[in-house]
């Protein structure tokens, strides 16, 4: 792991109207550790990994991902990252091969690179004997390996996994994040992840921020986090942090959903 930095937040703030989603939140990812992004509904998490992906720009502040700035050079950023977000993003009437040769032609892999990595990445992630079955009749688990499989598939420098196991059984997530885990060793890829599963933090992240009404309330190791709170589990570190009111992260996704819509029209 590097001690520069890959990414790099430096008081941002992005508002919707008169709703403030990230407020004034700084931070470094280092290149080539697993990075967990942490906090409630509507903390501001997943607008932030949109601010970092291209979808949305922020109201002021600075971002980098490997020295560029993502709102002045989109194409060239987007090289630079694979994304998996929340909600399914493959075709499920064409094969698993089928939607890896797509997404290689999107990023423009000549022929015969996208063909050897895309065999790679499927055996890496225990898909290769289902290869040529349509993606429909794979289980949850096996979509979401896939999902990331793909988002590897043009090398990039950095992962984003906002939520990757919900939904998944345990013996999914497990077998998951252990994939990812060898991948980051292997390859030296940056994680940023989001997850509600502190388990999953606690076990594959090498440093953790939480983030909580905009703002970042802690930033270090899990041990150091409960070293911080006081408490015995990274669960408990985060409540002590965050507090245990139930949030809503309704007010602003209208807006959000509005203006990534306006990104991928240009």
Do not use: C
């Amino acid at each position: 792991m590097s001690d520069q930095p890959i990414i790099r937040v430096q008081h941002v703030i992005k508002s919707f109207g008169k709703v403030t989603a990230v407020n004034d939140v700084s931070f470094d990812v280092r290149a080539g550790e697993i990075f967990a992004f942490l906090g409630p509904n509507g903390a501001g998490k997943t607008t932030t990994i949109k601010m970092l992906t291209t979808l949305l720009r922020p109201t002021s502040g600075s971002l980098e991902l490997d020295g560029l700035d993502p709102a002045t050079h989109q194409t060239e950023v987007r090289r630079r990252f694979g994304v998996v977000f929340q909600d399914p993003s493959l075709d499920s009437d064409l094969t698993a091969w089928e939607n890896m040769d797509i997404h290689g032609v999107l990023y423009h892999l000549p022929r015969r690179a996208r063909r050897e990595r895309t065999e790679t990445l499927l055996r890496m992630f225990e898909l290769w004997d289902r290869r040529d079955d349509l993606v429909k009749t794979f289980s949850g688990g096996m979509k979401r390996r896939l999902e990331i499989a793909r988002g590897l598939l043009h090398t990039p420098k950095v992962l984003f996994l906002d939520e990757p196991t919900l939904g998944l059984d345990p013996q999914s997530r497990n077998q998951m994040w252990t994939h990812v885990r060898n991948l980051n060793q292997a390859e030296r890829v940056t994680v940023f992840l989001t997850t509600h599963y502190m388990d999953e933090a606690d076990r594959v992240a090498d440093r953790i921020a939480v983030i909580d009404h905009g703002r970042i309330v802690a930033t270090g190791s899990s041990a150091e986090l409960k070293q911080q709170t006081g408490t015995d589990s990274l669960e408990a570190a985060f409540l002590a942090l965050t507090g245990t009111t139930i949030r809503d992260e309704s007010a602003t996704a209208a807006d959000q959903m509005r203006q990534v819509a306006r990104v991928w029209r240009r």
